[in-house]
């Protein structure tokens, strides 16, 4: 991530060696990456999950073939409004 510019960090959840959660967790404790948008992606919505995500430090977290939701996160992400995260998305 360090070697290039990215605009928005798109993460599974369920990965081998590393889960999205942790994943993200480790970008934020990057002086330098902290403070990228993440958005997770996930077929684990619950309420549970979401609080997770959260706490992670992703600025979105939508729920997989949620096509229009992920478009929505994307656009509003990569348009420089992460201070207004919808990690909510996932549950509707």
Do not use: W
């Not at 990215?6 to 999205?20: A, Q, S, Y």
């Not at 992703?58 to 229009?68: T, W």
């Amino acid at each position: 991530l360090r070697a290039q510019s990215f605009d928005v960090v798109l993460t599974d959840i369920e990965m081998p060696d590393m889960n999205g959660f942790e994943f993200a967790e480790t970008i934020r404790a990057d002086n330098n990456l902290g403070s990228m948008p993440i958005i997770g992606l996930s077929a684990l919505v619950s309420p549970a999950a979401i609080e997770r995500g959260r706490q992670a430090g992703f600025h979105d977290y939508v729920a997989k073939f949620d096509r229009p939701g992920l478009i929505a996160a994307l656009k509003e992400q990569t348009a420089g409004a992460a201070g207004a995260s919808e990690l909510s998305r996932a549950a509707a």
